[in-house]
Every structure is written in C-alpha cells, then in structure tokens.
C-alpha cells in the first residue's frame, strides 16, 4: 500500500496512525453500519463471510473519504491507499481526488478497535483498497498540557517547547549513551487549501501525534505513543510492527535556505537513518527514485526560521 503523506515532508517515512486521534470532528460515536445490520468489533466480516455492501456516495477529497452508510455521511482520514484500476478523476476546484461511477460500490470489510482508533478497511469494485479513521483536532488545553510535561513539542515541524529536553537527549546519543525522549508533533491547517476544504477540516486542527525515540547504544528506536492519564504509553500494532522503525544513525543537517522560493530562511534538523554518508539533498532528493534507490528516513527534531509566506495558520 502507498502512504498518504498528509503533511510537509517533515512527517514522510514515519507513517504513524495518532493515537490522539478521536471519533469523529466533535467527537460524535462514528456508526458503522448498513440499513440490515451493525458490523461491531467482534463480527467477523473479513473472509468466509460475504462481507456487507455499502454503496458510496460521495468520493475522496484530498486525504479524505466521504462516505454513506447506513444513510449518513461519514468522514474518515485516509492514511494509506492503493487505488488499484480505479478511473481517477481530477477536479482542481473542490479537490476530488477521485470518484465513483454509478454503478460502482465499495464494500467495507473489516473493522480493528485501537486505543481511539477506528480502523477502516475498504475494498473497491476495481480492486482498490483505502485504509481509514474518524479524526478529530485537539484542545488548545492538550498542546499546553503537552509543554508542562517531559516532552519535546514540535509545531509544523519547528520546535515550540523541549529544545533542552532534546540537546540532552542528543548529547548522550552521540556519546553512545542509552536515552530516549518523547516528541510531540502538532500541526495547524494549512492556509494553502480552498475556503471549501478549510471549513470542512475545521474541526481537525490543531492534531498531535506522539510518538517515543530510544536508543540502546547501537540502535534508534522509533514508535507511537498515547498520551493516557498523563503517561506516555507505548501503543503496539498487534498484527503488524509497522507502526516501529529501527534505525542505526542519527544526523543532524543545518544552514540557509537552498532556493529562495522556501518556506524558511534557515533549518536545523536531526533525522534518522541507516546512511551515515549521504548529505541532506542525497536522502532526500533519493525519495524521487524506485523503491530500491530511496533512502529510508525520519525526520523527529527540527528548528526552522519561517518565512512570511509560510502556509501555517496560528493555533486557535
């Protein structure tokens, strides 16, 4: 499956699903269900079974899946998806991504219970698959409360609190010193979308991803993490280890902007890695190759000096 990568390439490789993610916007129940019957966390609907037809009526806009069950409309935020023959459709005005036609359907089938999480699974007539979650933004009152604890907070990738948490941590990594720290990634919408899907992803901002940085003395370590009564708790995929990423470098890269059509004047970032050679335009310009020539990489620490026509708009 591709990763949807739904924010700067600060976030890329790093593929989490948050555990701060919630319901719904507003944190309403989100029903899965047909107009016959509920499909519940213990129904088995994922192979033997004929799984329920769910028809949709609406599409994909921009890392969104709108879709009609049980005669309501119901939001997901994708985070992976493979389209498969799926005739795409373009529409630069509202941002459909894609649609279906008439005649197509997409059927749900299989639904996991995380921590906060809803899974979603879809499978579509031309063989496509989108994977999915009910989302919701995050209290203003989370993100301080997030500042007062033994976190780094990161916003749009720039550090807004922890900056000694993380030297600490860095200065005992490079003395092959077993750490760990905890970063927190918060966003705000962005400002380059249409007044359209502004309003409609209203309630999904400010988000926080949590996520937890080890090292042993050899390896990086790299996991989700949940905020839960004030403790940070590791949160493990019981079927897959995807969510964990292992890497052997941590690099730190700093100076000017390369182009003046950047966002930033100056960046200071630490990324990991299992290239120890390669500068910064090597890793990252790599992402454009086949699979085979990209290099896996983290971003988990930045500082960066923003621009004016940076398209971040203000916690609130």
């Known amino acids: 499956m591709k990763k949807i990568f739904c924010f700067l390439t600060i976030m890329a490789v790093v593929g989490m699903a948050a555990c701060s993610i919630g319901k719904e916007a507003g944190d309403e129940t989100v029903s899965l269900s047909t107009d016959a019957s509920s499909v519940t966390e213990n129904d088995d609907v994922s192979g033997g079974n004929e799984a329920p ?28 998806e493979d389209l498969g023959d799926i005739d795409l459709t373009c529409v630069a005005d509202d941002n459909l991504l894609f649609k279906w036609g008439a005649g197509d359907a997409w059927r749900f089938y299989e639904m996991k219970e ?18 999915a979650a009910p989302f919701r933004g995050v209290k203003i009152s989370e993100i301080e409360a ?38 927190a990634d918060c966003y705000t919408q962005s400002s380059n979308v249409s007044e359209a899907l502004k309003q409609a992803e209203a309630g999904d901002y400010p988000c926080l991803y949590f996520k937890k940085l080890t090292y042993d003395g050899v390896e990086y370590v790299l ?10 708790v590791v949160r493990k995929d019981e079927d897959y280890d995807r969510d964990t990423k292992y890497f052997k470098y941590l690099r730190h890269f700093e100076g000017e902007a390369e182009f003046p059509t950047m966002i930033y004047s100056y960046y200071s970032i630490y990324i990991l890695t299992d290239d120890g050679a390669s500068d910064r335009d090597e890793i990252e310009s790599s992402q454009w190759m086949d699979t085979t020539g990209a290099i896996l990489y983290a971003e988990v620490f930045g500082e960066y000096t923003w621009k004016d026509n940076a398209p971040f708009l203000p916690l609130q």
């Open 53 to 80: 037809e769910i028809e949709v009526k609406e599409g994909v806009y921009a890392d969104y899946a709108f879709i009609t069950i049980g005669g309501e409309i119901k939001r997901y935020k994708l985070f992976s």
């Open 114 to 131: 995380y921590p906060e999480l809803d899974r979603v699974l879809g499978l579509g007539p031309g063989g496509g698959i989108f994977e």
């Open 146 to 183: 997030v500042k007062n604890s033994e976190a780094v907070l990161l916003l749009n990738g720039s550090v807004e609190s922890g900056k000694e948490i993380w030297e600490d941590f860095y200065t005992k990594t490079s003395k092959h010193m077993p750490a760990s720290v905890i970063i």
């Open 223 to 232: 996991e989700p993490v949940c905020r839960v009564d004030d403790e940070y």
